[in-house]
């Protein structure tokens, strides 16, 4: 039976202790000992428990995969959580590994009998040598440490965009991912269900030009950032200004700020695109101070210097 929620102490230690307690308890008889599985080659092993129904349902919907995505569970256990997102939505495609054998033969097997193990398989492995550069969501409920420890290979190899969840039945909400703080967190059910948005790479140096009423405008900017958090500053001719207004999800952004530009005095820039790599691809909307609203192509390309740093002179307007 679960603990109410107010009175749920959701710490990495107070989860470890009642993790602990279950195992305890196994260890008694009341959970089947193979449940623990192999003491894994890493630092922090993580024994098997299922998620809870409605965290599995919850976890579903959050994701909301749409139609030839690929699902992936790190710790994949009986396999309750793949073969749940499969039933639910028949476009998908879904893999799971895990570090204990015997339950890689429970989940191909219980897949068999969901009727989806042409989409939904289950491989051997540790967690840390699966290939997720294909994956659009990565569900995991491992400890806190290990989890962390998996970041590193998820931000190296996920794509941005990647949603990546987990479950905080036991472990709780406060520091799973370090200072990668969750995009949305569930707090609908019994346990919170935390989802991450894989952020695109926009650190450094940006360079791009816009043609507004016939006027060539030559822009340099710096961005900041610290996974989704970005903050900035742009430049065009001698003029600066921070970003007041930064969003990044996935490959969506958007950058925000008040910048004075020749022939327009002091404009509102709203710029949206999409990350591509090395490049920034969308439409800006300028507003000026006398009411005229613009809005024009946006190409932002990396550099590997900076503009934004020349020599500003003394002669200001
Ligand atoms: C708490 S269970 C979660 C099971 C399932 N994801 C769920 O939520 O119902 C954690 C699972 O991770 C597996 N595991 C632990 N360390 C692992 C690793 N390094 N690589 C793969 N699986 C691992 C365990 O064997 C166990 O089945």
Not at 35 to 62: C, H, N
Not at 70 to 90: E, K, Q, Y
Not at 283 to 312: H, N, Q, Y
């Amino acid at each position: 039976m679960s603990a109410p929620r107010r009175e749920a102490d959701w710490s990495p230690a107070a989860g470890r202790r009642a993790l602990l307690r279950a195992l305890a308890a196994g260890a008694a008889g009341a959970l089947p000992l193979a449940w623990i599985g192999p003491a894994a080659a890493q630092e922090y092993p993580t024994p098997f428990g299922p998620s809870a129904a409605d965290a599995v349902a919850r976890m579903v919907k959050l994701a909301a995969p749409r139609a030839g995505e690929l699902v992936v569970d790190l710790g994949s256990g009986r396999g309750d959580i793949l073969i749940a997102f499969a039933r639910a939505h028949p476009g998908i495609r879904a893999w799971g590994v895990d570090i204990n054998a015997d339950l890689v033969r429970q989940a191909t097997q219980a897949a068999q009998e969901a009727g989806v193990a042409e989409r939904v398989q289950f491989f051997h492995r540790n967690a840390f040598d699966a290939d997720l550069r294909e994956a659009d969501v990565i569900n995991m409920w491992l400890f806190a440490n290990l989890t962390r420890l998996l970041r590193a290979k998820i931000l190296a190899e996920a794509r941005p965009g990647a949603r990546v969840l987990i479950n905080g039945q036991l472990i709780g909400t406060e520091g799973i991912l370090g200072n990668w703080r969750p995009d949305v967190i569930d707090r609908e059910g019994t346990y919170p269900i935390m989802m991450w948005v894989v952020p695109a790479r926009v650190d450094g140096y940006w360079s791009w030009e816009l043609a507004v009423n016939g006027t060539k405008l030559v822009y340099d900017a710096i961005l900041y950032q610290q996974f989704q958090n970005v903050e900035g500053t742009a430049r065009v001719g001698n003029r600066r200004e921070s970003f007041i207004d930064t969003r990044l999800r996935g490959d969506e952004l958007t950058l925000g700020f008040d910048l004075t530009v020749p022939d327009l005095g002091r404009t509102r820039h709203v710029y949206t695109g999409r990350v591509r790599g090395d490049a920034i691809q969308g439409t800006v909307r300028l507003s000026t101070g006398d009411g005229r609203k613009v809005e024009v192509p946006w190409l932002a390309r990396r550099t590997p210097s900076s503009d934004w740093f020349r020599p500003t002179g003394v002669e200001l307007k």
